[in-house]
């Protein structure tokens, strides 16, 4: 085997490792949860924005669905939907969650979707292809899988907002992701979204948008709401498992961030988490 081959079968298998530790962090706590109790409203947000409508039978494909907020929403609505995720948890739990809604759950990478070029009318993604480590490959994948005409829709957390400032309070907490991987948050930039898309895509329109939350009465309780159910977080706490003041520093930060991002204090306590929401029109 030659040194080009070597080299290429590190790379495939340092890249499967990186989505098999995906796949775990992802399948930690209870991010069912999360998606029900916090982000499920983000779904139809995306659908609404897209104009998938009754009636219509178009076919859309949700990359990195989770349990499938947005997907439901167009199924419902009578598109030909499929949702895929790379943790197969998660495409469980939205099945069982959904068992009246006609749509395909797949189990897929959204670096390497198992779908056709211009299978779909409609690409969209909730708060899920942020999350895939190469950027790039994901977007190609996506403008890839959508036909000329059709739509594309992306929803990610702000790198400023405050589930982009929970991933820069952890990142001194974890290690440092290997060469070539990208921040989740920057899917949440509009130049670096620009970048990925490049003139592939006309009409791109970009809004940054705000959920409102009213799960927690403080800081703390929001601290510990996502250590005990955020598959990022709990891996963060799983790092310093051995290191109590290190753990201790940890709660005490992402206590201090939930306070800093919130107003008002017990019943009264309200966030408002900034997203950026994307379309276009594949050209």
Known sequence: MGTTDIAATDAAQQDTELKNKHRRMWG???????????????????????HISEGEG?????????????????????????ASDLTRELIDAGRAENPDVDLTWDVADAEALPYADDEFDVVMSCIGVMFAPHHQQAADEMVRTCRPGGRIGIVSWTPEGAIGQLFATMKQYVPPPPPGASPPPLWGNEDHVRDLLEDRVRDV???????????????????????????????????????????????RDL?????????????????????????????
């Open 205 to 251: 329109r970009f809004r940054r948008l705000t959920l409102p939350v009213t799960h927690f009465e403080d800081g703390a309780q929001f601290r510990d709401y996502f250590a005990a159910h955020y598959g990022p977080t709990i891996a963060a706490y799983a790092a310093h498992a051995d290191d109590p003041a290190r753990t201790e520093e940890l709660s």
């Open 28 to 50: 930690l706590g209870d991010y069912p949860r999360v998606a029900r109790e916090l982000v499920s409203p983000l779904g139809e947000v995306l659908v609404d924005a897209l």
């Open 58 to 82: 178009e076919r859309v494909l949700d990359v990195a669905a989770g349990t499938g907020s947005a997907a439901v929403r167009a199924a419902r609505l009578g598109a030909t939907v499929v």
């Open 255 to 283: 206590a201090a961030l939930g306070d800093s991002q919130g107003t008002g204090s017990g019943a009264d306590f309200a966030m408002q988490w900034e997203y950026l929401l994307v379309t276009a029109e594949v050209r």
